[in-house]
């Protein structure tokens, strides 16, 4: 005889629609008994099992002992009931899992198969409002169930599945089921309805309010930059390189602790990797502290008739076919060939005032010496009228040489000063290695980004025309707009055109030295 559990299961499948031959298949019953219960029939009798007959007897000795197996069957065997032991351990496992838990496997498929459909149901928002405030019944108030309805059907995955969690919980489907449905851990579902009952629906369907990330916080950011850009023995680490728990203890040693994998996201989201930060990232000038607190030092009391130029070459580049991302049609692949005639080439020498943004270029044949002293008589002209200039460049050979340092004393010799009045120049060198620094290079990457690649320049001229004019708007544009050099309107320029510790300006990508 099938036992109550099973019919009402048959009955609740058939209503749902679920053919017959399925049922039977579900349930291990032949059809022919799935037919009568559904027919309302009765069933052929057989004898009744031990487990239906002892258990009522078990349940109420159970709920006796307090939910203790030992203590069940010595009550059992005091009063004298002969329950085999099998039987005794069946009914007590399935009290300890659900009183009213089916005795058979088949039973158990076709509920985990019933509590699947509702779930599926409930996504696609063939249960009605009303229908589904019924079914959770007293514990959640209706207007809860109300915005988690609306969550599971107009809610992003994230949102829907807490909802979907919660509302499955007070129904009372099977845990596992709701997991292996939704892909979520067991302890995500009790977490989710702990969070309704302390902090009420608002914290389900929403984390506005939630505390925002360290590792969206700029002043976070910044720190781990400025730690990046000091040699490691800067402070007191001996190594060469740096490591995520290396910085993860600066950090907290300065009054900022952040977990590893907040620093391996800030480092990811700059388009960093460990990989270039070996050769990039760090400076290993030992005077590399002192170096940038003057130079910072000197930004910070500028005066209005002081200048600080930043100073660097770009170049040699060919005057070719360049490769860079453009748009293309769907099926077409842009190529560049791997050899090509040069028209000729290029050596960019330029100086970008920080306090105006504005840059002063002209054309090399080589690098050496002679150009910086050339460029050293330009900016002298153009700015006669200053008081002092400071020059901040890397440390290649031909921005220390004795020649330009004999240059820039006899400039600032009284007697000449006297004859042929000019400002004052002072030399601001930049650690070794410290490219990064380099505020120009910033510049030069988004001049390289805008008319450099995906070019064709049929002549040396023709692309000496294209960079006079890129500087030509660009220094229009700041004379007219004094501020900052965003990122959107001069090809994108990697971090805003002022000096930081933490910027990295140069782009390999974009820059060629």
């Not at 023995?233 to 590893?260: C, H, Y």
């Not at 000449?416 to 601001?428: C, D, E, K, M």
Request: hydrophobic share 35%; glycine share 6%.
């Amino acid at each position: 005889m099938l036992s109550h559990e099973c019919q009402q299961t048959i009955l609740h499948l058939r209503a749902r629609g679920v053919p017959i031959r399925n049922i039977s298949q579900l349930l291990k019953h032949t059809r022919n008994a799935v037919k009568r219960v559904i027919r309302g029939k009765g069933q052929r009798w057989r004898r009744p099992s031990a487990y239906e007959e002892f258990f009522p007897i078990v349940r109420d000795a159970f709920a006796t002992a307090k939910g203790s197996a030992v203590r069940t069957r010595e009550m059992l065997e005091s009063q004298g009931h002969p329950i085999p032991y099998s039987t005794l351990t069946r009914i007590v496992r399935d009290l300890h899992l659900r009183e009213d838990r089916p005795n058979c496997a088949g039973c158990r498929w076709a509920l985990k198969e019933t509590a699947i459909a509702w779930l599926r149901e409930l996504m696609r928002g063939n249960i009605g409002l009303d229908e589904l405030t019924r079914e959770i019944g007293p514990q959640i108030p209706p207007e809860d169930v109300a915005q988690l309805y609306e969550c599971v059907l107009r809610g992003s995955v994230w949102y829907r599945n807490r909802a979907i969690s919660i509302l499955s919980v007070a129904k009372g489907l099977p845990r596992r089921t709701v997991t292996d449905y939704l892909l979520m851990g067991r302890k995500s579902i009790y977490r989710n309805f702990l969070r309704y009952k302390t902090r009420g629906v608002a914290a389900i369907v929403s984390d506005k309010g939630k505390r925002p990330l360290k590792q969206d916080n700029p002043a976070y950011a910044e720190k781990v930059f400025s730690i990046l850009h000091s040699p490691p023995s800067s402070f007191g680490v001996n190594r060469t390189s740096w490591r995520q728990e290396d910085i993860k203890r600066v950090l907290a040693d300065n009054g900022m602790p952040l977990s590893r994998h907040a620093i391996r996201n800030i480092i990811k989201k700059a388009g960093f990797s460990y990989r270039k930060a070996r050769t990039v990232l760090t400076s290993n000038d030992p005077e590399y502290r002192a170096k940038l607190e003057g130079i910072k030092t000197i930004l910070a009391n500028l005066g209005p008739k002081e200048k600080f130029f930043s100073i660097d070459e770009y170049g040699p580049f060919a005057v070719k076919l360049q490769g860079g991302r453009s748009l293309v049609p769907a099926g077409t692949v842009k190529t560049v060939p791997r050899w090509q005639k040069s028209k000729g080439s290029l050596i960019l020498t330029a100086a970008l005032e920080l306090s105006t943004n504005q840059v002063t270029h002209f054309y090399s044949k080589r690098k050496n010496t002679s150009e910086m002293i050339k460029l050293l008589d330009i900016l002298l002209a153009k700015h006669a009228d200053e008081d002092c200039i400071y020059l901040s460049w890397d440390a290649a050979s031909w921005h220390a040489s004795k020649e330009l340092y004999k240059m820039v004393e006899t400039i600032n010799n009284g007697e000449h000063r006297a004859h042929t009045p000019s400002p004052l120049v002072r030399l601001a060198p930049l650690p070794t290695c410290a490219q990064f620094l380099n505020v120009i290079e910033s510049v030069f990457s988004g001049m390289a980004k805008a008319i450099i690649h995906n070019s064709d320049y049929q002549s040396v001229d023709e692309c000496q025309a294209a960079i006079d004019r890129y500087f030509h708007e660009r220094n229009e544009h700041f004379k007219n707009h004094p501020k900052r050099a965003g990122n959107r309107i001069w090809g994108k320029e990697r971090v805003e055109a002022a000096f930081k510790e933490s910027n990295n300006c140069k782009d390999p990508m974009y820059c060629t030295d």
